[in-house]
């Protein structure tokens, strides 16, 4: 168990407890409030590196009361449709309930959760069982990754499809021969024969594309 309250990890830890654990199912209460904050609307992103070969499962359970400390929340005063395609977008298969709390388990912390484990045994964890057997039979270990036009890797480490790509992707080009040859093959694939002169100027007929006068995007509208 754990709080995560206005501070916003509990999302975050709740994936981090299913990875590298692919018996265990974690369902995470998210207040709407806490839903507003910084850590838990980064940690939606967590579902992309989460491999249903080899993790666990997380099951985000989204309680809009409708407000926070200071006022109501803006999820707690949108349309179901709205929220069911903005976690659609994130990545998830969102289902709206509906549920109402009987007068005599308002006060019983364990009635309540009772119904909720319920619930969650009938429906939900089947149906994760169900897409991580379907997974590990199709053994589909693919991300999301987007493939970049990128040297795709130095003597030491890969470079296109990691972290680096994001980075200076080839470095001490001066000192080292290895890099500036991988360089060099990196920027003949653009073909800049097509693109410049021997001189190393724009050809004319690409400069006379760009826009002049007040179409310019700096342009001054007079």
């Known amino acids: 168990m754990h709080e995560g309250g206005e501070l916003g990890y509990a999302l975050l830890h709740a994936f981090g407890a299913a990875f590298d654990n692919p018996d265990l199912i974690v369902a995470c ?3 709407d409030g806490e839903a507003e904050t ?6 939606w992103k967590s579902v992309n590196f989460l491999n249903p070969v080899r993790d666990g499962a997380v099951l985000p359970i989204l309680h809009l009361n409708g407000y926070k400390i200071s006022g109501p929340t803006v999820e707690g005063r949108t349309s179901d449709e709205d929220l069911k395609a903005l ?3 994130r990545g998830y298969n969102p289902i709206s309930s ?6 005599s388990c308002t006060n019983s912390w364990q009635a309540r ?4 484990t319920t619930k969650f045994e009938r429906f939900s964890a089947r149906r994760v069982r169900a897409v991580q057997k379907t997974t590990c039979l199709a053994d589909d270990r693919s991300t999301h990754a987007q493939r970049m036009d990128l040297p795709q890797r130095s003597r030491r480490y890969p470079i296109e499809g990691t972290f680096r790509s994001h980075q200076v992707p080839l470095a001490t080009i001066r000192e080292n021969p290895e890099h500036l040859k991988i360089l060099e ?3 003949r694939s653009y073909q800049p024969e097509l693109l410049f002169d021997e001189k190393g100027a724009f ?5 006379a594309l760009a826009p002049t006068g007040n179409r310019r995007m700096g342009g001054i509208l007079t």
Not at 38 to 43: F, M, N, Q, R, V
């Open 38 to 43: 910084c850590p838990l609307e980064g940690s």
């Open 29 to 31: 209460v998210i207040g």
């Open 203 to 207: 050809i004319e007929e690409l400069a």
């Open 185 to 187: 093959n990196w920027m």
């Open 98 to 103: 509906k549920a109402t709390i009987p007068e």
């Open 87 to 89: 976690y659609t977008g």
């Open 113 to 116: 959760s009772t119904n909720v």
